[in-house]
């Protein structure tokens, strides 16, 4: 792999993890506070939204690997 290959890798797979995983915590966050509940959802939502980033960066770096 390139140079500039790599450096648009880690740029993917870091705005990947910094959008996705937030999100999915904020989202988790939201509920329990409408539904008074414990943190169940924000734990739940926070794992969903880790599988998912490893799952899109699995899938991102599978393609990369088809296409070189």
């Known amino acids: 792999m390139g ?3 790599s450096l648009s890798v ?3 797979i870091s705005l990947i ?3 996705i995983i937030p ?3 904020y ?5 329990d506070g409408k539904l008074n509940s414990s943190p169940l959802f924000f734990i739940i939502f926070s794992l ?3 599988i998912l980033s490893l799952y899109l ?3 991102s770096w599978d393609t990369l690997q088809r296409k070189l």
């Not at 989202?27 to 509920?31: A, P, Q, S, V």
């Open 3 to 5: 140079r500039r290959v």
């Open 10 to 12: 880690v740029i993917g």
């Open 17 to 19: 993890f910094l959008t």
């Open 23 to 25: 999100l999915g915590m």
């Open 27 to 31: 989202l988790g966050y939201i509920l």
């Open 48 to 50: 969903a939204s880790v």
């Open 57 to 59: 960066v699995y899938k």
